[in-house]
């Protein structure tokens, strides 16, 4: 089968699409063959290195976390899905890629696909959601009207953390550009800073919680924002010392991580508001609870641009520019 396969880390000339061995599931996993692969930033730094000493793979590694497709083989010990079935799931950090003809996922990552969404909208879907799910309703148990800061409206984390927000019963600010204001809008943000002419820190006011998506020093200057007892929930880092301790890393990566989040701790802190580090985890339960909310259309995917897969390494350059709105897509049939 065709992969999109990386063979040495920071070398780009080294990523490209080759044949690989069709991948056999375990007892707990089902074989997909992937009919659409949805792009995330991280699949763009992972062949650069820049996860080495997080996510840890065995080269030549397929690259891509998102996928939607048919089931088409079962592990001995699954019992939720069969052959024929239409799934969607995210595979991040479990060791095998969404790039590719055909793919393996663990049967407790996935779910059944929503009847509504066609396969490049339900590939688009499934680490964006279950981040957004994981941060606001999880971490910062954002409850109806509340306010919640989520920068970068227009992004692929953006355009689904906006949608679940209003549907949790919060108001939102966000931040994008001109060219994405009405976007954004029509997404439900209430209070909407156009970053090319406004700082958002001298508008918005009293807010409750904050989902960091920027990097740079958008997190600090989100303090200015914020009411007492108030909640920073970062996808961004920097990574802290709770963060090393759940991935089992050691005590010296635990005191590194510590060191790097101490100061935004300490601001908050200052302001009495918390902040945390959040690394998405695949959850097919809550991908399923997910999937009702699409397709009873209270949220609905937003696609950029949608690539061949012939065409996934330029997929992923068009991403790693930084200005999509919404999702991009590779679509394998
Ligand atoms: N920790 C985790 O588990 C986790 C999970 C998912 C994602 N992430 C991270 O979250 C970040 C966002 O992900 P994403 O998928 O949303 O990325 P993305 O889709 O590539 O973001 C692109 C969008 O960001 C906007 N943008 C860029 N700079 C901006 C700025 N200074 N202010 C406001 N908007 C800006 C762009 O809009 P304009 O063109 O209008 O500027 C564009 O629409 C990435 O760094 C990603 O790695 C982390």
Known sequence: ????????????????????????????????????????????MIPKGAFKPILRFQLPATLGSDLAGIVVEVGSRVTRFKPG???FASIFDLGTGALAEFAVVPEDAAALKPPNLDFVQAASVPMVAL????????????????????????????TFAIQLAKYLGAKVGTTTSTANVELVRSLGADEVI????????????????????????????????????????????????A??????MNVLMVF????????????????RA??????????????????????????????????????????????EQGRAKGKVVVQMR
């Open 131 to 158: 981040t957004s799910w994981q941060a606001l309703k999880e971490r910062a148990r954002l409850q109806p009207g509340q306010k919640v800061f989520i920068p970068a409206g227009s992004g692929g984390i953006g």
């Open 256 to 271: 590194l991580f510590g060191l790097l989040s101490r100061k935004i701790i300490r601001g908050a802190a200052r302001r």
């Open 243 to 248: 963060f090393a301790r759940t991935r089992g």
């Open 274 to 319: 918390s902040y945390s580090f959040l690394f998405v985890h695949p959850d097919g339960r809550r991908l399923a609870e997910i999937g009702e909310l699409l397709n009873a259309g209270r949220i609905r995917p937003v696609i950029d641009k949608v690539f061949p897969f012939g065409q996934a390494k330029e997929a992923l350059a068009y991403l």
């Open 194 to 241: 156009d970053y090319k002419k406004q700082q958002f820190e001298e508008v918005l006011r009293d807010y409750d919680a904050v989902l960091g998506t920027v990097r740079g020093d958008a997190i600090e200057r989100s303090l200015r924002i914020l009411k007492p007892g108030s909640t920073i929930v970062s996808l961004v880092g920097p990574p802290d010392a």
């Open 1 to 44: 089968m065709r992969a999109l396969v990386f063979k040495r880390y920071g070398k780009p000339d080294q990523v490209g699409l080759t044949e690989t061995p069709r991948p056999t599931p375990k007892p707990n996993e089902i074989l997909v063959e992937v009919h659409a692969a949805g792009l995330n930033p991280v699949d763009t």
């Open 85 to 87: 079935d239409a799934v």
